[in-house]
């Protein structure tokens, strides 16, 4: 795909997430005003789905999910997903649809109004990197939204690998989970580096989704709990195929 249709294709996109903010914001706002924590959920778990598969098709991006019965019915969880490209959303949000769920996502986006915008309505937060006191903001925000209900996903390596081959899990992603005191969902994505992170152009490809058993951290001590921490990296990363 050449630039002009990179461009165009870039341009659908944002236009799909602002009709989407666009559809969402009012019936957001209104069950937040009302306290109404089950439906905001619902609203954007029916509304994510349409505008996701929008986008999708769009960018011609098809997903082939494995382990579909792991995917719990409800939240709140906390997903851990290896980060091979931006076709991991997409991947993610095709795959499981049951229950509602944000992401950790970087700063940068922020300068996007759209994405600002979409952040909020899907109870995603920023990441504020390299600065501990704003770290430490975020993971206060993430526990009040998994305890609210809110299910999040996050990206342990912190950014994309642009490739099969995954960068480090940092430890302190599996502080969300910890604080909040919620179950975790380890997931394994492929070949979704090759919508985009080849060549920084579109091109078609199907993202492969590999859903393995909810690990239930709430009760486990300290010790546990980082034990449980290194087999939930091996369980994703084991997954990861060099292709």
């Given at each position: 795909?050449g630039?002009?249709?990179?461009l165009?294709?870039?341009?659908?996109?944002?236009?799909?997430?602002?009709?989407?903010?666009?559809?969402?914001?009012?019936?957001v706002?209104?069950c937040?005003?009302?306290?109404?924590?089950?439906?905001?959920?619902?609203?954007?778990?029916?509304?994510?789905?349409?505008?996701?598969?929008?986008?999708?098709?769009?960018?011609?991006?098809?997903?082939?999910?494995?382990?579909?019965?792991?995917?719990?019915?409800?939240g709140?969880?906390?997903?851990?997903?290896?980060?091979?490209?931006?076709?991991?959303?997409?991947?993610?949000?095709?795959?499981?649809?049951?229950?509602?769920?944000?992401?950790?996502?970087?700063?940068?986006?922020?300068?996007?109004?759209?994405?600002?915008?979409?952040?909020?309505?899907?109870?995603?937060?920023?990441?504020?990197?390299?600065?501990?006191?704003?770290?430490?903001?975020?993971?206060?925000?993430?526990?009040?939204?998994?305890?609210?209900?809110?299910?999040?996903?996050?990206?342990?390596?912190?950014?994309?690998?642009?490739?099969?081959?995954?960068g480090?899990?940092k430890?302190?992603?599996?502080?969300?989970?910890?604080?909040?005191?919620v179950?975790?969902?380890?997931?394994?994505?492929?070949?979704?580096?090759?919508?985009?992170?080849?060549?920084?152009?579109f091109?078609?490809?199907?993202?492969?989704?590999?859903?393995?058993?909810?690990?239930?951290?709430?009760?486990?001590?300290?010790?546990?709990?980082?034990?449980?921490?290194?087999?939930?990296?091996?369980?994703?990363?084991?997954?990861?195929?060099?292709?």
């Amino acid at each position: 795909m050449g630039k002009l249709a990179t461009l165009t294709t870039f341009i659908k996109v944002l236009n799909q997430i602002n009709k989407y903010n666009k559809a969402t914001k009012k019936q957001v706002m209104k069950c937040r005003a009302e306290g109404d924590l089950e439906g905001e959920r619902e609203i954007i778990r029916k509304n994510t789905g349409i505008y996701i598969s929008n986008i999708a098709n769009i960018c011609h991006v098809d997903v082939d999910v494995e382990g579909a019965e792991n995917i719990p019915e409800n939240g709140p969880v906390v997903i851990f997903a290896n980060h091979q490209g931006y076709a991991d959303v997409l991947g993610l949000y095709l795959a499981i649809r049951k229950f509602q769920f944000g992401f950790v996502g970087k700063q940068e986006f922020k300068k996007i109004k759209a994405m600002d915008v979409a952040f909020n309505l899907t109870r995603s937060v920023f990441l504020h990197r390299g600065d501990a006191r704003a770290a430490l903001e975020t993971i206060k925000t993430t526990t009040e939204l998994l305890n609210d209900g809110f299910s999040l996903c996050v990206f342990p390596e912190g950014t994309r690998s642009r490739g099969p081959v995954p960068g480090e899990f940092k430890d302190g992603a599996f502080k969300f989970a910890q604080k909040a005191k919620v179950p975790v969902l380890p997931v394994t994505i492929n070949d979704s580096y090759k919508m985009f992170e080849v060549d920084d152009a579109f091109h078609p490809c199907t993202v492969k989704v590999k859903i393995h058993p909810v690990v239930h951290i709430e009760d486990m001590s300290r010790g546990e709990q980082k034990e449980a921490w290194g087999d939930i990296v091996t369980t994703i990363t084991s997954s990861i195929r060099e292709s």
